[in-house]
């Protein structure tokens, strides 16, 4: 659509100088309102049910969105506000939570997978009037709010993106919500505690706390509302004419709106989340005991075992720390030039046979399974072995660096069949126990110290390398801090001579859960680390749209989907960043030299400076920290700040026209270049989009590098695999 | 007449005998038991290797900065005459008596004892009067000289010390980031400052454009271009001077290594320069990782099941060798004609060309078809062809695809093209996995042919190394042929700006195993001095040196911080509300102090929380030196604004000495351990260890 031609008016400057492009009549912003929407939902729904299968990380988040259904407990490293709405979404549209998601490519076969889908993509056509709404409220001129629109509807990225179950479209949509209030709470600065202020300031709380909620990604919106607010505070301390009360006033509102509010819905997502998945599931191993307990088919809920610990007896011992493992043992060696070559032991996250240890006195080997012998406990002080259940091989520890903390022990599995030498003995001690107390599964707090060395076993928390199976380290530490580190308590028990008794675990309080589910997130984030030898996509290629993602489909029969941004737009954007930069550097020295400007230009410039440097920010705070990450990356990580470079363009390039045209009056003239420039580039976009839309509608046949197909002459980089 | 004459005399001298003075006590400090002990102490172990190996011009690659640093060290060995030849093999061993350990010491306690003149003269510059200081030189001088310009500049623009002090600048910044990559830190930060100079002076509407335009050419010249060409010429320096081969040869591409003296360019010279049908080559990959290696093929086959239940083509196996072998070698077949020879003309390939590799010594085809790779399952498996008389037909059509060409039409070179082998049948490109096969496969490199070729990755890149033209027909000849070492001459000279762009990348993309070191420790532990790092032991006593900050010093830097901060965030705030504390002048001169002393701290602190590599004590000893700047600035604030009278301020003056005292007393308590004399007991040492984290050496008895 034609960008609309405007009525001049006089500016306040007086008479004499030439009319300026103001906002345009009052009928049609609603109308642009519309049409920009309904391009946007047109777009996004448009072969919504196609492909029928699992695509992509479907096989993720609808399986989450099942477990929330099925109520089953799971881990993942993303808060759960997204899978709760996904959830949410296939409960309310009838899905029943059956499907398993096993992999991309699953026939969905009779299950009803639009609810989730259709709510994804509601979502995702939601950014295109949000952004299309801030841009109108930063640069007050309609076609530049309209180019970022079409920008936006018709960039594959976005459409591909938006019309799957993803993460990605809830957390862009809160993302949106939030610049888009904070820019209409901006606006009505004039009127502080009126209501439309109150509303966009709490509004704007409310959507961090949906940002952060979906991913942690959402940090850096709530980083750059925090900027806008602390150069608000700045600038309202600087008013004279506003008395110390009033500033504090202020300063309470946004404490209110932007950070009790946030944490608020922010906790009480994690409650609900709680709540709702009270049955034992995959996620189970990755959090404390105590937490354990409280899953409905857990082993440990509602537990029936033997209270104290005798010889004999078959355990597993769970690390204290937030997030440890169970100690762990394998076959498997050492590698050469790592310690001793002896058996590994590590602390490994998930239950599983090879977590399971037999309890042994340090001098006798009998058969303690033997029914006929006495029952004897262990106590608190006593002399232990550790025997590991499958491999026969006991708990050692010797003077040889630990693989990667190397202030501290190796510790090993030694010896042949239970037998071993004298540096696998333990002295076995409950934290606040005196000698000869009996010690009890679940509650007591014990540490095992090396009697040979002194040292005590601890799980470093850090990641071994490949060798290890990217298990968590455990060494011998000879410094005796007590640390969560060094205790690890029982949580298995097995033991056929002793009676089995109903045990009540401490319950922990909803605060040491929240804590605790975090500490797992995070350690589950960082240990996302690349393979050795993997390719994977480097922050750069982002921009210049280097490298999309297969979505569905590798050969030529299959329905194939290709996240990839529409190379003309993504590349407008780019080089629309490098003119912005050129006309800030050029307004700013201009207006430091105090070169004289109409009225026209000093408000455009303003709104280059200001509108364009809030949208400048946002995009550097969600884009360069990408580069100082460890784990792995991908290219969607990118489009949340390619929503910001795509209002950047509208605006720039609004500007820009405008410049150029208050140097080409008369007026006329001046308008024909404006209107001509924009309809190009809107038709330039309308083009390419029709060129690349099967990148996201499907494309069946050829391949690319096939002449015959139809995408053949579109393989502009050779780094593009569709 | 006099009187005039005598007045700039009197001024200068004053501040010489403060200057003198202090430099002297930085010299006596540093210098004090230089040669002691004849031993070698903790890192020396890693840099006097490369002193060594300057002597003898090896070349070397070096990742934990740029080469000007070794070079200024070498300089001190050359200066003493130091001959390379000792085994620098461990922490404790003795010098040979051909070791000149003064000299070679003497550089870096020199300029860490002209850091103490360097760090007054700074603060002179930012008005202030009191002194004390110890840490790392070139950070600091850089710091000045700018300081020096920027003062300067209000007066004289445009004059010979104008410029003296604007080229010291750039001079000093690329020093400082020749040295280590720190420096570039403390540069960026100069950058911004000057930056921030020079948007003030846009707002001066006194200065006209034309000379706006030349100051800001000035500063481009001074603090962009010469930094630059300054560290090329480093490189420059350093590639000159290393000119034979070495043990890192490995890590650089054949091309770099044959423009080595010895080494592969003793193989390399005068091999035929154009590949052609019949040509005998050996592949090597590109990457180099994990290690440097060849493709490679032998007689024994893929077993027929794998231990996972898999099944194999049962072909002979295709790998990636890291040893020199004449299995190595293959030669470039035309599939149009049978002969092994190259003809007279020879007839070069050329990109897009499709060949067949003939292995030389079992004279099979090199093949890829769709069976699972061992290890890389996604992957197709690369073998040399068997007819085994099953539906498996041969498949060894390969299209060369010369990556770095210049046309399409470009002859495939020896050394420089580096090449894709694309699989006519199935477009998969032949690509070193990266893992090692089990047993069967000697733990030799796994080599796939990767269908989904992403890009253009090292891994799928091969290069020419070992060439000649074939000319045996029979494979008995052929064999013998084989064995024989390459003969022939030509040199490829590498321009020095592609030898720079490897090395830079070499260096920059090298990574040592990430491993811990037993005296490691975090960015956190550095600001309490949690850490220390024992440099030496001596082998019977207890003597021992040791790296550890002065306690009472590090204490005071991090309250300065704080101090400087809390006062700075409240001054702030005031002033927004139009109430003035303290008159402007010292306002501004409050906020450049900080600028320059916390700034530097920030920018030589913050990014070692970011760095992923095993971080030492000794890292933070440049962020160091500027907060101990710090401490200073706020003591004469405090005593010029806050001690308003005359009790407060002659108490103040009290807690100054001390303070003063107690850093002496610190000193004098730790200089056992910093100068490893005299040896201390036990219990002295135990008395030492202030903190637990200290380790301090304790021998058992």
């Known amino acids: 659509m034609p960008p609309r031609q405007r009525e001049p008016r006089r500016g306040p400057g007086g008479p004499g100088r030439p009319g300026r492009p103001t906002a345009p009549p009052v009928a049609a912003r609603p109308a642009a309102l519309a049409l920009v929407t309904l391009l946007s939902f047109a777009s996004r729904f448009h072969r919504l049910p196609e492909p029928p299968h699992v695509c992509w990380d479907e096989t993720h988040f609808g399986k989450m969105g099942s477990y929330y259904i099925n109520r089953t407990f799971f881990f993942d490293v993303h808060p759960p506000l997204g899978k709760m709405l996904i959830g949410l979404a296939g409960y309310l549209s009838g899905y029943d939570g059956t499907f398993p998601f096993q992999k991309p490519g699953d026939r969905y076969e009779q299950h009803n997978y639009m609810g989730m889908r259709g709510f994804c993509a509601f979502l995702g056509s939601c950014l295109v009037p949000f952004a299309y709404l801030t841009v109108l409220e930063l640069s007050k001129s309609l076609p530049a709010a309209l180019l970022t629109a079409f920008i936006l509807i018709f960039d594959t990225g976005c459409i591909t993106l938006s019309q799957y179950i993803l993460l990605d479209p809830i957390l862009m949509f809160f993302l949106m919500g939030a610049v888009l209030s904070m820019v209409k709470c901006n ?25 952060m909620g979906v991913k942690f990604v959402g940090l850096f919106v709530v980083l750059l509302v925090g900027l806008n607010t602390i150069y608000d505070l700045w600038d309202l301390l600087g008013n004279l004419s506003l008395s110390l009360v009033m500033f504090g006033k202020h300063l309470l509102a946004r404490v209110l709106c932007l950070i009790v509010l946030p944490l608020a819905l922010y906790t009480a997502m994690f409650a609900v989340h709680f709540a709702v998945l009270n049955k034992s599931g995959p996620g189970d191993g990755f959090f404390s005991s105590a937490f354990q307990s409280q899953l409905i088919g ?51 996250l998930h239950k599983d046979l090879n977590n399971l240890w037999i309890i042994k006195k340090h001098d ?26 499958e491999t026969s091989r006991n708990l050692h520890s010797h003077q040889h660096e630990a693989p990667l903390t190397r202030k501290h022990f190796q510790v090993t599995g030694y010896g042949i069949n239970g037998t071993g030498d004298s540096n696998d003995f333990w002295r076995i001690e409950v934290v606040g126990r005196k000698t000869g107390k009996l010690i009890k599964v679940l509650r007591s707090q014990i540490r095992l110290i090396h009697v040979a060395t002194g040292c005590i076993l601890g799980s470093s928390g850090k990641t071994l390398p490949k060798w290890g199976w990217e298990q968590v380290e455990v060494t011998c530490t000879p410094y005796l801090k007590e640390t969560p580190n060094s205790l690890w308590n029982f949580e298995d028990h097995i033991n056929p001579k002793l009676p089995n008794i109903s045990l009540d675990v401490l319950k922990p309080s909803f605060a040491e859960i929240l804590l605790e589910s975090h500490m797992v997130m995070i350690r589950g984030n960082s ?35 290709y996240l990839l941004g529409n190379p003309v737009i993504w590349w407008l954007n780019l080089v629309t960043m490098g003119l912005y930069f050129l006309i800030t550097v050029c307004t700013a020295v201009a207006l430091k030299r105090g070169v004289q400007l109409t009225y026209e230009l000093k408000e455009l410039s303003g709104v280059v400076l200001r509108g364009g440097g809030q949208i400048t920010l946002g995009w550097l705070l969600h884009y360069l920290p990408f580069f100082m990450m460890g784990r792995v990356l991908y290219f969607h990580h990118y489009f949340p700040a390619m929503l910001f470079s795509s209002m950047l363009t509208g605006i720039t390039w609004d500007s820009l026209l405008k410049f150029c045209a208050g140097f080409l009056s008369p007026s006329t003239t001046a308008r024909k270049v404006y209107g001509g420039v924009f309809l190009a580039l809107v038709l330039l976009i309308l083009y390419s989009f029709y060129l690349f839309h099967p990148l996201s509608y499907g494309m069946i046949g050829p391949m690319a590098s096939d002449p015959s197909s139809p995408m053949a002459g579109l393989r502009w980089m050779d780094s593009w695999e569709f | 007449m006099l ?20 430099t002297v006590m930085g010299l006596i400090t540093r210098l004090w038991g230089l040669c002691y002990p004849r031993a070698v102490v903790f890192d020396e172990v890693y840099y006097g290797q490369f002193v060594s190996l300057y002597m003898k011009r090896i070349f070397f690659v070096d990742d934990s900065g740029p080469p000007f640093g070794h070079m200024l060290l070498a300089l001190g060995g050359y200066l003493g005459g130091f001959d390379g030849n000792f085994l620098w093999n461990r922490i404790g061993a003795e010098y040979t008596m051909n070791v000149p350990v003064w000299s070679l010491r003497l550089l870096p306690a020199l300029a860490g004892a002209l850091c103490v003149p360097l760090a007054y003269q700074i603060l002179v510059e930012l008005h202030f009067s009191h002194c004390a200081a110890l840490g790392a030189a070139l950070l600091i001088l850089l710091v000045l000289s700018y300081l020096k310009f920027y003062n300067l500049q209000r007066h004289r623009s445009f004059s010979g010390r104008w410029w003296f002090w604007l080229m010291l600048t750039g001079v000093a910044c690329s020093c400082a980031v020749g040295v280590k990559y720190m420096g570039l830190f403390t540069y960026m930060l100069l950058l911004a400052i000057a930056g921030l100079h020079f948007w003030h002076m846009i707002g001066d509407q006194t200065l006209s454009n034309v000379s706006l335009l030349c100051h800001f050419l000035a500063r481009g010249l001074a603090l962009l271009l010469i930094p630059v060409v300054m560290y090329l010429s480093f490189f420059y320096v350093h590639l000159a001077l290393l000119y034979c081969s070495g043990p890192h040869d490995q890590i650089m591409t054949s091309a770099f290594q044959a423009s080595l003296e010895g080494g592969l360019a003793r193989i390399t010279q005068g091999q035929p320069l154009e590949v052609a049908y019949g040509s005998q080559i050996t592949l090597r990959n590109v990457l180099g990782k994990p290690m440097q290696c060849w493709l490679h093929s032998h007689t024994n086959t893929y077993p027929i099941r794998y231990e996972n239940g898999r099944g194999s083509s049962h072909q002979q196996q295709v790998t990636c060798y890291p040893f020199k072998d004449v299995n190595n070698w293959w030669i470039v077949k035309d599939p149009g004609m049978q002969q092994l020879v190259v003809s007279n003309p020879p007839r070069p390939v050329r990109h897009g060309h499709i060949v067949q590799l003939v292995h030389g010594i079992t004279t099979r085809y090199l093949n890829t078809h769709d069976v699972a790779a061992p290890l890389s399952p996604h992957s197709q498996e690369v073998s040399c062809y068997i007819d085994y008389n099953i539906s498996m037909p041969a498949q060894n059509l390969w299209r060369v695809e010369i990556v770095n060409r ?41 080599v796939v042919g990767e269908k989904l070729s992403k890009g253009y990755h090292q891994s799928m890149l091969w290069n020419v190394e070992e060439h000649r033209y074939g000319k045996s027909q029979e494979q008995k000849e052929r064999e013998v042929e084989l064995h024989s070492p390459t003969q022939m001459d030509i040199s490829k000279n590498l321009s020095f700006m592609a ?40 082998p019977t006593s207890g003597a021992q040196i040791h790296l550890l900050g002065n306690v009472v010093t590090w204490a005071s830097a991090n309250a300065a911080a704080l101090v400087y901060t809390c006062l700075s ?71 010029d604004h806050l001690c308003r009278s005359v009790l407060l301020k002659s108490m103040f003056s009290a807690l100054i000495v001390a303070w003063f005292s107690s850093v002496y007393f610190v000193y004098c308590t730790f200089s056992p351990v910093t100068y490893g004399q005299p040896a201390l007991s036990m219990t002295e040492l135990k008395d030492l260890r202030w903190k637990d984290s200290w380790n301090i050496l304790i021998r058992k008895q």
């Open chain 2, 569 to 639: 965030l409240w001054y702030l705030i005031r002033r927004r509300r139009r109430i003035y504390d303290i008159p402007e002048d010292s306002w501004q001169l409050w906020v450049s102090a900080g600028g320059v002393c916390g700034g530097g701290w920030v920018v030589n602190y913050l990014p070692f929380f970011l760095m992923e590599k095993t971080l030492f004590l000794y890292h933070y000893l440049p962020a160091l030196t500027f907060q101990i700047l710090l401490i200073p600035v706020v003591l004469q604030h405090l005593g």
């Open chain 1, 364 to 389: 006798s080997d009998t058969d303690l399974s033997d029914p006929l012998s006495p029952v004897e406990f262990v106590r608190h002080g006593d002399i232990i072995r550790l025997e590991h259940k």
């Open chain 1, 187 to 211: 606006s009505c600065a004039d009127r502080p505690f009126s209501a439309s202020w109150w509303f966009w300031l709490s509004l704007t709380g409310v959507n961090l706390a949906g940002a």
């Open chain 1, 527 to 561: 240990g996302l680390k690349p393979k050795d030898n993997e390719v994977t996509s480097k922050p750069w290629h982002w921009p210049i749209n280097y490298q999309g993602l297969r979505f569905s489909g590798v050969n030529e029969t299959d329905y194939r989907v």
């Open chain 2, 499 to 538: 030898k720079f762009t490897e090395l830079q990348w070499k260096i920059l993309t090298l990574k040592n195993e990430d491993t811990e070191h037993k005296y490691s420790s975090s960015a956190l532990d550095w600001i309490t001095m949690d850490t220390n790092i024992a440099y030496w032991l001596h």
């Open chain 2, 3 to 22: 009187g005039f004459l005598k007045e700039p005399v009197v001024v200068t001298a004053e501040i010489n005998v403060n200057l003198v003075a202090l």
């Open chain 2, 406 to 446: 210049e046309s399409d039409t470009d002859v495939w070179k020896t050394i420089l093209s580096e090449v894709r082998f694309v699989h006519v049948n199935t477009s998969a490109v032949l690509k070193l996995s990266g893992a090692s096969l089990p047993e069967w496969g000697y733990r030799q490199l796994e």
């Open chain 1, 298 to 348: 857990n082993n440990l809920h509602n537990v029936s075992i033997p209270e104290h610990l005798a010889y004999g007896s078959v355990i597993t011992m769970k690390n204290l720390r937030m997030a440890g493992g169970y100690l762990h043992s394998h076959w498997h060696l050492y590698p050469e030039g790592i310690g001793a070559r002896q058996q590994q032991v590590t602390a490994y």
